[in-house]
């Protein structure tokens, strides 16, 4: 049985990976223009597809037949082909936020719920809000509700975003802002790469709920698994999968005191878990033709900041990999979000007067000590946790212990 995901472009789609998880079948990618879309579902080779931005209403017009909850938000996200080539749609979307919802345990019924776009996944989210008793207003570009009078909806109590604003690889960028929303109680953003969005940062920072698109891409592909094979899947394995890929995406990102062993560290972290290892200091030398001390030296520190954080965001942009950077990444609040938007900012701090001077311009001009002192709060601010690094203590060693400090997660 050949199964896949119907859509524009696909590069970065996690699909394949999690239905693997789920069946013995085989699941590809089918990139189609739009004037390919009709040919290929009267024609194309598959049992079983799931469908993307952007041809989930386009497909509708195609279908034999519809369930009834497709028929209801008009659009599809899931067809299956029977044996005399008959196309079934179903919305799988809406089993899907269904189980998003219930987990960021925000109440909704008889509360404004602002829906940030609406297309193909719009639908779907506003159909399972309605049924729940949602006060639902739909955000868009031009409708009488859009970007321009949203202080209007100053007592929405959920925010929902179904556009690709904030997306890989144009992240850092929100749909609002969210100090317009005095009551605002949790963040929905159906957007899974990154794993925080901007807008998902910005929720964090407030002490909001919030829940990024994983969870629901895992639930709408376990409903739509079973309607390829006809066979029930327990539920259970929406958290297998689930945790499995978070466990793969997120990334690790050392920070510290420059010395302190973030590379040696970050090399033994990957041999631990197979993840990719990067260096931003060794990175910015390839971007940039010169060593991160070579630039403080000829232009000094400002232009390497701004360059530096030009680097972070192509980096930490990636998912599942292991980052070590260098010592003052902190002492721009920008490059908090850049670190935190895939994965855990894990601290090392070693004792300052252990802390190695060579090739490091700015700890040689003034004592280290002092330098320390002053990064302090900011070290803090941008840690998830701290792990300390002893004297003596080798890179394996400190890397077991980050192992331990994330509860055995890779």
């Given amino acids: 049985m050949l199964c896949g995901l119907l859509g524009e472009k696909l590069g970065h789609s996690h699909s394949p990976r999690i239905h693997k998880m789920l069946g013995s079948y085989d699941y590809c990618l089918f990139e189609k223009k739009p004037e390919e879309v009709e040919s290929f579902l009267r024609n194309g080779d598959f049992s079983g597809l799931n469908v993307t931005i952007p041809y989930k209403k386009t497909v509708f017009a195609y279908m034999d037949e519809v369930s009834e909850t497709a028929s209801k938000v008009g659009s599809i996200n899931t067809v299956v082909k029977d044996a005399s080539g008959r196309l079934f749609g179903d919305?799988?979307?809406?089993?899907?936020?269904q189980k998003m919802l219930a987990r960021s345990g925000v109440p909704v019924k008889g509360r404004k719920v602002l829906v940030l776009g609406s297309g193909g996944a719009s639908v779907a989210v506003c159909h399972v809000l309605k049924e729940q008793g949602a006060l639902v207003t739909v955000i868009s570009r031009s409708g009488e509700d859009n970007y321009t009078n949203l202080e209007k909806h100053?007592?929405?109590?959920?925010?929902?975003?179904t556009t690709p604003v904030g997306m890989y690889p144009n992240t850092g960028v929100s749909p609002l802002d969210l100090d317009i929303f005095p009551q605002l109680e949790g963040v929905l953003d159906i957007i899974y790469n990154p794993l925080r969005t901007e807008l998902l940062l910005s929720a964090k920072k407030r002490g909001i709920a919030y829940e990024?698109?994983?969870y629901m891409l895992v639930a709408q592909a376990k409903r739509s698994a079973e309607r390829f094979t006809k066979q029930t899947i327990a539920?259970?394995?929406?958290?297998?999968?689930?945790d499995a890929l978070t466990k793969d995406l997120a990334d690790i990102i050392l920070i510290g005191m420059p010395g302190c062993g973030k590379s040696t560290v970050a090399?033994?972290?990957?041999?631990?878990?197979?993840?990719?290892?990067?260096?931003?200091?060794?990175?910015?030398?390839?971007?940039?033709?010169?060593?991160?001390?070579?630039?403080?030296?000829t232009n000094g520190e400002a232009v390497f900041r701004t360059n530096e954080t030009a680097v972070l965001k192509e980096l930490a942009g990636l998912s599942g990999i292991i980052l070590a950077t260098g010592g003052g990444v902190v002492t721009r609040e920008e490059n908090y979000n850049i670190l935190h938007q895939n994965g855990t900012v894990i601290r090392l701090y070693r004792d300052p007067k252990y802390l190695a001077k060579d090739h490091r311009p700015l700890?040689?001009?003034?004592?280290?000590?002092?330098?320390?002192?002053?990064?302090e709060p900011m070290y803090r601010h941008f840690s998830d946790l701290t792990v300390n690094v002893t004297?003596?203590?080798?890179?394996?060693?400190?890397?077991?212990?980050i192992l331990k400090a994330l509860g055995g997660k890779a």
Avoid: H, Q
């Avoid at 539920?235 to 689930?242: F, K, L, N, T």
């Avoid at 990957?270 to 910015?284: F, I, N, Q, R």
């Avoid at 004297?391 to 212990?401: F, L």
């Fill in 212 to 214: 990024n698109g994983l």
């Fill in 235 to 242: 539920d259970s394995e929406i958290d297998r999968i689930y």
């Fill in 154 to 161: 100053r007592d929405a109590a959920l925010v929902v975003n």
């Fill in 363 to 375: 700890s040689k001009g003034r004592p280290i000590e002092e330098l320390a002192a002053e990064r």
């Fill in 391 to 401: 004297e003596g203590g080798g890179g394996a060693e400190v890397a077991a212990a």
């Fill in 267 to 297: 090399k033994r972290r990957g041999e631990l878990t197979g993840k990719p290892v990067y260096d931003s200091d060794a990175y910015y030398k390839t971007r940039f033709g010169k060593t991160p001390e070579e630039e403080i030296l």
């Fill in 91 to 97: 919305n799988t979307d809406v089993y899907g936020f």
